[in-house]
């Protein structure tokens, strides 16, 4: 009988598992046991804007094998353009359509629940603790891969204390990577080749990648397959919180999807990236997606099961 993978669709021509986060966790054990090799992503609205100009990060995304929603606005896209009802056309269609959308977007403080029963939302800093776990349970050898101020060596120093039987790996430096994740200079080629032989010589298990989006997803991509290595995952900013270099936001923030308010509070040294990535995620983002329904695009966005 063929094994039954994570469960996918499309939001606005870009794929996105629903899928909850225990099926994550077993697809990952059932890969790591197979030894199939597999790589996650963690697409949020603003990546899936990225997306839909640039081809290449397209094309990772919809390669990997498991692509979660790291991101309540994703939750809400879904339901606003594929689970929720259209309307005939005529002169109220739009009022019509804006009040709806002002329904999913309240949703957010009154019934999350609802909000995410068809794409549940799963944070990527949390998969990947859950997915260290299981490297400790196991005893893999773990390669952090990127780091800009030695957060990776700091992250690994902390997660040592804890999981005692996980073998950790990775380099003080790294290239610099243009918008495709090509090293700029003929330095940055060298240390690129040079690291790409230490992760072949060091067969890890599992390869985390914390690279700005959409590098992260492209070096996947480009490398993965050339490496020695049975699973790989995307994780962004993820070595910053371990390392403690970066604060996590409040429980309260988090429950209703205000993550961004936060890190623009916590990090004014990065005010205006912040700001610019905020816009991305509100207002463009939803009024992108209100700008489908209107127009009626028709993505494919039915979820349904694939053979894996």
Request: charged content about 30%.
């Amino acid at each position: 009988m063929a094994k039954r993978g994570p469960k996918h669709g499309h939001i606005m021509g870009i794929k996105v598992n629903s899928t909850s986060r225990q099926e994550v966790l077993n697809f990952v054990r059932m890969r790591l046991k197979t030894k199939e090799r597999f790589y996650i992503v963690t697409p949020n609205p603003e990546i899936v804007l990225m997306a839909m100009r640039d081809w290449l990060l397209k094309k990772a995304i919809f390669k990997s094998d498991v692509s979660i929603a790291d991101g309540i606005g994703l939750s809400m896209a879904h339901k606003y353009l594929d689970v929720l009802p259209d309307f005939e056309d005529g002169i109220l269609r739009i009022p019509k359509l804006f009040l709806q959308g002002l329904k999913v977007g309240m949703s957010i403080f009154n019934n999350k629940e609802w909000l995410t029963k068809e794409l549940p939302v799963i944070k990527g800093r949390e998969l990947f603790l859950d997915i260290i776990k299981i490297a400790n349970e196991k005893k893999l050898k773990v390669y952090f891969f990127g780091g800009e101020h030695g957060e990776q060596v700091k992250a690994i120093e902390v997660l040592k204390q804890k999981y005692k039987n996980i073998f950790f790996k990775t380099n003080k430096e790294f290239p610099i990577y243009d918008k495709n994740c090509r090293p700029v200079t003929e330095r940055d080629r060298l240390l690129h080749k040079k690291i790409l032989g230490d992760i072949k010589l060091f067969e890890p298990d599992l390869v985390f990648v914390a690279l700005v989006p959409p590098k992260q997803e492209k070096w996947i991509l480009r490398n993965f397959f050339y490496l020695r290595a049975r699973g790989a995952m995307a994780v962004g900013g993820t070595f910053n919180f371990i390392s403690g270099n970066a604060k996590l936001p409040p429980k309260w923030m988090e429950k209703f999807g205000l993550e961004w308010v936060w890190r623009i509070i916590s990090e004014p040294f990065n005010f205006w990236i912040r700001v610019k990535r905020v816009f991305n995620a509100f207002p463009k983002f939803p009024w992108i997606v209100f700008i489908s329904k209107i127009k009626r695009k028709k993505y494919d966005s039915t979820f349904s099961v694939i053979e894996k």
